[in-house]
């Protein structure tokens, strides 16, 4: 897999909750393009929990709408906005496991309607959480307009294990 550069790291006004470097509050996350499907691997914090030691269904929701967003960008190589998300949270999220892994495919697009699927998974694999998002795509000038101006890879390889090393010695 290859890490997906963000369009908008250099953007004046860009402070995305959900993948913004430069939000304090945010959550911060990296994406990876993974054949046909994005990946994004995230370490839980306390700061972010519901219920003690339980991540927020709220903060589950963000993440999954992100990667959708990803998705969109990686694989129409265009951005839009959320017009539907639907959530099903199959089992608690810990704030104290070691990291999550979300991923994300895009299942089917009508004109400029995309339905996309995202799971986040727990250290041990376990499925946590999905949710199935309709997105409403831009044209390619408004995406343009909105800032994107293209999708870049990085250009090395990485597979999981070294992604999961570089992700547990990140300080925030």
């Known amino acids: 897999m290859r890490k997906i550069k963000n369009p908008w790291r250099h953007r004046e006004g860009y402070f995305c909750f959900g993948c913004c470097r430069d939000n304090e509050a945010g959550v911060k996350m990296d994406f990876y393009a993974d054949a046909e499907k994005v990946v994004s691997y995230w370490r839980p914090q306390a700061r972010y929990q519901g219920w003690i030691d339980t991540l927020h269904g709220g903060i589950q929701a963000v993440m999954l709408d992100?990667?959708?967003?990803w998705a969109v960008l990686y694989?129409?190589?265009?951005?839009?906005v959320t017009s539907k998300m639907e959530t099903r949270y199959r089992r608690p999220v810990s704030t104290c496991d070691r990291y999550l892994k979300l991923e994300a495919h895009v299942v089917a697009v009508r004109r400029n309607l995309v339905t996309i699927e995202a799971t986040l998974f727990n250290s041990a694999g376990e499925c946590c959480t999905q949710a199935v998002c309709t997105y409403f795509v831009f044209s390619e000038e408004k995406a343009a307009e909105m800032g994107y101006c293209g999708l870049e890879l990085e250009p090395e390889e990485m597979d999981e294990?070294?992604?999961?090393?570089?992700?547990?010695?990140?300080?925030?």
Not at 66 to 69: F, L, P, V
Not at 75 to 80: A, D, E, F, M, S
Not at 161 to 172: H, Q, R
């Open 66 to 69: 992100e990667i959708c967003a």
């Open 75 to 80: 694989r129409l190589n265009t951005t839009g």
């Open 161 to 172: 294990a070294a992604v999961i090393k570089d992700l547990m010695g990140a300080v925030d």
